[in-house]
């Protein structure tokens, strides 16, 4: 991996695994808060319907199969009045058709992960040891700032997010993406793969604003493109905002609930709450991001 990418490796200490989650101080929180003034709330999660297992060995789902497989158990009560339901749920954490918040340690450039930890020291068969899922075990909660990059409709086909872009839409919305702040951002796409159609994505240029901004989160309907729009750095918001700067990712938003709740509040900055599954040990969670107004 090039020395010219940005990087927070050592910037918060060599056994750092929170990364831009830093950001994210107290004197953040406390404006983020006052973005409450209506009341209004809007998940940014997508509905899943589990699918029930039957039979068979427990495999993780396929991309066109639900991303949760449900067991139901029937326990026996003493009391033969009472029955208790429960179920077994087996969780595919990076489904595309599942919101989940990307631990620092899914994703290693050249062997190594956040910040610098080679993969096979961090990522065990016995679980993670290093950049897991514990860094958000407390949640998250800070402003969010959407720029919607689709008002005039979806971006096009392949398109290569920019700088420029966001700029363009902080001006669009008259709202600017300050350090500390969760990004969110909308391309009028869904985010599950669609092999038939080139997907728009993050460009390098701007993962690199996102460093300059001092960006604690990303959250959005597209990740990375796909196919990859840049052969030397694939991957930039999975192998450069979260491997290099530490940036945990919120894969696959629900954000369409979110921009037409902006809209008609006419403010695109909100207090973000995330709070997954309090489980340590993994390389990511199933998350339900709340927007609130």
């Known amino acids: 991996m090039t020395t010219e990418l940005p990087s927070n490796w050592g910037r918060w200490g060599e056994d750092d695994e ?15 808060a006052r973005e ?25 789902a396929k991309v066109e199969e639900s991303p949760v497989q449900q067991l139901m158990v029937h326990p026996v009560h003493p009391d ?3 029955c208790a339901s429960l179920d077994v749920l087996l969780v595919t954490n990076h489904h595309p058709r599942s919101t989940h918040l990307d631990a620092l340690a899914h994703i290693a450039g050249d062997g190594a992960v956040y910040s610098g930890r080679p993969l096979a020291e961090c990522v ?55 350090s500390g702040d969760a990004l969110v951002v909308r391309c009028g796409w869904e985010f599950t793969p669609d092999p038939a159609r080139s997907s728009p994505g993050l460009s390098l240029d701007a993962v690199r604003w996102m460093h300059q901004r ?7 309907d597209i990740g990375d493109a796909f196919p990859p729009l840049d052969p030397a750095v694939p991957f930039p918001l999975h192998v450069v905002a979260l491997t290099r700067l530490g940036v945990p990712l919120i894969d696959a938003a629900n954000v369409e609930d ?15 709450v995330a709070a997954p599954p309090r489980v340590n040990g993994t390389t990511g969670l199933p998350v339900n991001p709340v927007a609130v107004f």
């Not at 909660?141 to 872009?165: F, I, N, S, Y």
Request: net charge negative; with cysteine.
């Open 258 to 272: 979110l921009a037409a709740t902006c809209a008609e509040l006419g403010r695109h900055s909100f207090l973000l």
């Open 18 to 32: 929170r990364g831009a989650l830093n950001l994210i101080t107290d004197e953040v929180r406390a404006p983020a």
């Open 36 to 60: 409450v003034r209506t009341g209004r709330w809007v998940s940014l999660a997508l509905p899943i319907e589990p699918a029930p297992i039957l039979s068979g060995p427990f495999v993780p």
């Open 214 to 220: 001092g960006v604690s989160v990303y959250a959005g």
């Open 80 to 82: 033969p009045s009472v």
């Open 124 to 178: 065990t068969p016995a679980g993670v040891t290093h950049g897991s899922s514990a860094a958000f075990s407390e949640g998250i909660v800070t402003r969010g700032v959407l720029l919607d990059l689709a008002g005039d409709g979806p971006l096009p086909e392949g398109h290569a997010v920019t700088a420029e872009d966001l700029e363009a839409a902080e001006l669009r919305d008259e709202v600017r993406v300050e």
